[in-house]
């Protein structure tokens, strides 16, 4: 249980180019989802925490109209890279977050997607 | 907290040799702890969780031991494993959901 699916797993685009991200819950519901950026051999950042049928919170630093988020269902994010620059390519990952009956809330991840701008 | 290094702190181990991983946290009010793996270019993936209300959790091949008084959470894995080679991230969090990760130490073993 718990699975997570994002897609596409890479991506390549060119300059000036949107790019979208989905992100989907597959056995489970999650109001909330999160999205974070990864660079090589370092930590996950997070980007923004998206609500379903709200807006979604960004991290300060975060460009909100960069990285538009919409979580249109309780199983489906999306993540779009609005007019993608070379300093954009980077790992993105998506998680849920998941309560379980004991109340714990834990976030289960998705597989990421390298995103390459040329 | 952790500060941001420009190289991960690496444990290298021999198969079959236990290993322990350290963090340190930085936020006292911080009530639940995950450790998670990562492989190379794929999501972390859920080992074991701890609520601050424990000082020790145990799953399958692995520990998670936590320390309030130096906000300090370790995970140890019997019997280390190549296939267990990784980075391994511990993540706190305090009331609802939001994780606040480490930087991560990565863990390699050799046959």
């Known amino acids: 249980g718990a699975v997570v699916s994002q897609h596409p797993s890479r991506v390549i685009c060119k300059s000036g180019t949107s790019v979208k991200i989905e992100c989907r819950s597959l056995?489970?519901?999650?109001?909330?989802m999160f999205w974070y950026r990864q660079f090589p051999k370092k930590s996950l950042m997070l980007m923004a925490t998206?609500?379903?049928?709200?807006?979604?919170?960004?991290e300060q630093g975060v460009e909100k109209d960069k990285f538009l988020i919409n979580h249109a269902s309780l199983t489906l994010s999306t993540l779009t890279v609005t007019s993608a620059h070379p300093e954009d390519s980077s790992f993105y990952i998506c998680?849920?977050?998941?309560?379980?009956?004991?109340?714990?809330?834990?976030?289960?991840f998705g597989p990421g997607t390298r995103l390459t701008v040329l | 907290g952790e500060s941001v290094g420009l190289h991960l702190p690496t444990l290298s181990v021999q198969e079959g040799d236990n290993s322990i991983i350290n963090c340190a946290y930085s936020n006292s009010a911080s009530d639940y702890f995950i450790w998670y793996k990562q492989e190379s270019g794929k999501g972390p993936q859920f080992i074991i969780d701890?609520?601050?209300?424990?000082d020790k959790r145990q799953g399958q091949r692995v520990t998670v031991l936590l320390n309030k008084t130096v906000k300090h959470l370790s995970l140890q894995i019997a019997a280390t494993q190549p296939g267990d080679s990784a980075v391994y991230f511990c993540a706190e969090s305090s009331g609802y959901s939001t994780l606040t990760f480490g930087k991560g130490t990565m863990l390699l073993v050799s046959p």
């Open positions: 998680s849920a977050h998941l309560r379980d009956r004991g109340l714990k809330d834990t976030q289960y």
């Open positions: 056995d489970f519901q999650a109001t909330t």
């Open positions: 701890i609520r601050s209300n424990m």
């Open positions: 998206s609500n379903e049928g709200s807006k979604a919170t960004y």
